[in-house]
Every structure is written in C-alpha cells, then in structure tokens.
C-alpha cells in the first residue's frame, strides 16, 4: 500500500486556470504535511506547510483532512512560471529524526 | 540566502567503484539528511544524522553505504561498490531544529555504469 499517492497527472491547463491537486496519506500517525513542488531535474523546493485549519499563500490554498487523511492544494490564475511537478510529502512518526515521506508528485503544464 | 551545498553535480562512475558525495549544510542547521530520487520516481529517505551519528537510517541504506560528517562543514555520502541501480539524484539536506522545514541542495546526479 502506497504511503502517500497522488494524482498520476499531468495536468495540462491554460494560464489563468484554476487547478486541484490531491492527495491522501496512509499513515495516521503522520504529524506534518506539505506540499513542495519540483521542477525538472531539480531539488524539492517546500511550497507550503499544510494545517488542520487550511492555509492559503497567495494564489495557493492548502487544506488538511486528517479523519480522511486528505491534502488538497489549490492553484488560482494559473501562471507559465507554475509548470511544475507537485509533491505531496508527510512526515510519518519515525525515531523523532523527522523524515519526510514523499508522494510521486503529480506534473502541472501551464499553457499560454 | 543560507543554501545547502553539493559536489560534484553530475558524477559517472564504472560499476563496482566507489564514489563519495559531498555536501555543505547550512552551517547553524543541526540535523543532516540524504535522499535520493531515481529517475521518474519518487524522493526516498536513506538516512538522517544528528549528533554525529545516525539517527534512521532506510532499508535502501544497507552496508554498501556510509555517511560522515568529517569536519564542522561537510556531509558525505559514500558508496562503496556501487550497482547500476545506485543511479540516481542524490540530495542532501538539513535542517535547523525541530519544528524547522528541510533545506535542500541541488543535488547529486550520479550515473553508473
């Protein structure tokens, strides 16, 4: 079973398009989550943090379901500049080293 | 902006060899990370380093590889017979406390063949 999975993607939108990425978690023990996006080849960059209340930075909005172990990230206005891929990632209790659990990652094209 | 530092950025090496990858943390972060990522998959957690010693390691980290911090300043990585599935992106990464997001560096491509 699949620690974190998302949608396979890709999602191909035209700029100023408004698009929803998913994502669940198996780990019910999981502490935090995030959403960090990848661009090709590449290091992970951390997007943003992912509260139980939901938080939004900007044109990006992050909600947190814990009793359906569901995180959702939504991008308004589409921008050229978002083409990306986006990684669902969760820390799963470990021996307190605080190691990040990373979903495949769900690829976003932005079209002009 | 404090970055976490990477050498060499591409490394190819014959099977069997052994390789060392290099990183520069951010210098006030305490704990030490590497992943890698084989192409078109997922970012998998190998080890983590806190104290000068190894805090988790993963099933993928088995005898063939080893971390060390040798000085205040570097993080390696070693290899010690490589396969050809060792090919990968190898990042490091650290972070400065607890309740602290991750750094990242740019990475190590290494490529075996």
């Known amino acids: 079973r699949k620690e974190v999975e998302q949608d396979p993607g890709p999602f191909n939108v035209p700029e100023g398009a408004t698009v929803a990425f998913n994502c669940t978690y198996s780990?019910?023990?999981?502490?935090?989550f995030f959403w960090y996006r990848q661009d090709c080849r590449k290091e992970p960059k951390l997007l943003m943090s992912?509260?139980?209340s939901g938080n939004e930075d900007g044109r990006f909005t992050a909600q947190l379901n814990r009793a359906s172990q569901y995180i959702s990230l939504l991008i308004r206005d589409s921008k050229l500049s978002d083409s990306a891929t986006y990684l669902c990632v969760v820390n799963i209790v470990g021996a307190g080293s605080y190691q990040l659990t990373f979903g495949k990652g769900t690829k976003l094209s932005v079209i002009p | 902006e404090p970055e976490v530092t990477q050498t060499p950025s591409h490394q190819v090496t014959q099977m069997g060899q052994e390789v060392i990858l290099r990183c520069v943390p951010i210098s006030n972060h305490l704990y030490f990370y590497w992943y890698r990522q084989i192409l078109g998959q997922k970012v998998e957690f190998l080890v983590s380093f806190y104290n000068n010693e190894i805090s988790e390691k993963s099933e993928i980290f088995d005898d063939q590889f080893s971390v060390e911090r040798p000085d205040g300043s570097n993080f390696t990585l070693k290899i010690r017979s490589t396969k050809l599935e060792d090919s990968a992106m190898y990042f490091c990464?650290?972070?400065?406390?607890?309740?602290?997001?991750?750094?990242f560096g740019s990475g190590t491509r290494l490529t075996v063949v």
């Open positions: 992912v509260y139980s």
């Open positions: 990464a650290s972070r400065e406390g607890q309740e602290r997001g991750y750094t």
């Open positions: 780990n019910s023990a999981s502490q935090s």
